[in-house]
Every structure is written in structure tokens, then in C-alpha cells.
Nanobody, 125 residues
């Protein structure tokens, strides 16, 4: 079992930056890939980024490429999503998720077995 807790959400302005964090407990952190997924009001969940178990392989959604950066610290059992050049379109609940079956992580939300409770990020124009 894996427990995930996000923090760092809040209200920001367009063009600003924010970092959301995900703390993991339970199963050894380095044994699963991590992903970040977001859900805006009235929309389906959208893949944002994922990072492999060791941190050396990363995938970004086209909508955040060049603006967001995912990372992980296996010693601290933490995953981070650094968000720069924020726009109102980035407003969403951000979830971290763990995929114990894939070394590299995937874009598909269905592959993630464990989810945090989410943290709200709101960007005003």
C-alpha cells in the first residue's frame, strides 16, 4: 500500500510560479513511478507529467512542456511539481499518483493505482 499527500496548492496570479509537493509513505518509494494529474472544473482528469522510479525518465503533457518541471527525491519520499509561467488555464485540482507496475510511468491515469487527495491550484488573470 502507498499513501500520498499533496500540499502546496493555493491562489496565484498569471505569470507566477508555484510548487506542489507530494509526500509518500508505505511501500518503498523508489519502487514506483510517480505522476501528476490535474482536473479542472467540469473537465476530465488530464495527465500533466510523470517521472520514472529512478528519476531519469520524464514525460510532460504538451500543455505544460517548458513551463512545468517534475522531480522526485527518493531519500525523502517526495515528488514535486514546479509550475512556472502559470495561466488561468492551469487552474485545477492537482493529484499525485503512484504507478507500481511501470518503471517509467505512463500518460494514462488508469495505470496509477494510488492517488493523493489533491490540492487546489487557482490562477487568476
Amino acid at each position: 500500500q502507498v499513501q500520498l499527500v499533496e500540499c502546496g496548492g493555493g491562489l496565484g496570479q498569471a505569470g507566477g510560479s508555484r510548487r506542489v509537493s507530494c509526500a509518500a509513505s508505505g511501500r518503498a518509494f523508489s519502487t514506483y513511478a510517480m505522476g501528476w494529474v490535474r482536473q479542472a472544473p467540469g473537465k476530465e482528469r488530464e495527465f500533466v507529467a510523470c517521472i520514472s522510479r529512478g528519476g531519469g525518465f520524464i514525460i510532460y503533457a504538451d500543455s505544460v512542456k517548458g513551463r512545468f518541471s517534475i522531480s522526485r527525491d527518493n531519500a525523502k519520499k517526495m515528488s514535486y511539481l514546479q509550475m512556472n509561467s502559470l495561466s488561468p488555464e492551469d487552474t485545477a485540482v492537482y493529484y499525485c499518483a503512484a504507478d507500481p507496475d511501470n518503471t517509467y510511468g505512463t500518460r494514462s491515469s488508469r495505470n496509477y493505482d494510488y492517488w493523493g487527495q489533491g490540492t487546489q491550484v487557482t490562477v487568476s488573470s
